[in-house]
């Protein structure tokens, strides 16, 4: 069974950062692409940030120059270093990963449970 499992994230003031991390576990043939999700209060949930298996990112515009996305892809797991935050960055996270595992012919997005963060001003 493929489980993602967050943390790092918390409360911090604004100006501050917070790094998030999605370790992914399973029986896993391949990860493709990974990223972060988030949701606030009323709104959709909206794209953060992806990061290919080869490296390549891709961030919202409201995120760009603040947040960075990164992976170990030994360890299965995706980061995403957020600074300077602001209070409109408040937000449950959520990762995800678009793989295989060996239990299945196809791929799919699979995802974790989420993690709070709250900016302070």
């Known amino acids: 069974q493929v489980q993602l499992v967050e943390s790092g994230g918390g409360l911090v003031q604004a100006g501050g950062s917070l790094r998030l991390s999605c370790a992914t576990s399973?029986?896993?043939?391949?990860?493709?692409?990974m990223g972060w999700y988030r949701q606030s209060p009323g709104k959709q949930r909206e794209l953060v940030a992806t990061?290919?298996?080869?490296?390549?990112?891709n961030y919202a515009d409201s995120v760009k120059g603040r947040f960075t996305v990164s992976r170990d892809n030994a360890k299965n797991t995706v980061y995403l270093q957020m600074n300077s935050l602001i209070p409109e960055d408040t937000a449950v996270y959520y990762c995800?990963?678009?793989?295989?595992?060996?239990?299945?012919?196809?791929?799919?997005?699979?995802w974790g449970q989420g993690t709070q963060v709250t900016v302070s001003s």
């Open positions: 995800y990963a678009n793989l295989q595992p060996f239990s299945s012919p196809v791929r799919a997005n699979y």
């Open positions: 399973g029986s896993i043939f391949r990860i493709n692409a």
């Open positions: 990061i290919t298996s080869g490296g390549s990112t």
